[in-house]
């Protein structure tokens, strides 16, 4: 279980997605919750991390 660092709430690992927030040129990487993806798809500072080794 993890918590969204964006509405706080506790989901199973598998539904966060890690996502990249970008703040004045800094990069925090993020678990998002599906509901809170919803939101932050639209918003421009953050990004999908892919991790290529997978
Ligand atoms: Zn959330």
């Not at 989901?11 to 993806?37: F, G």
């Amino acid at each position: 279980m993890g918590k969204c660092n964006s509405c706080s709430k506790v989901y199973p690992d598998a539904a966060l997605k890690k996502m990249i927030h970008i703040v004045e040129r800094k990069a925090y990487l993020n678990y998002i919750c599906p509901s809170c993806q919803a939101i932050v798809h639209n918003n421009p500072n953050y990004y999908y991390l892919v991790e290529s080794n997978k």
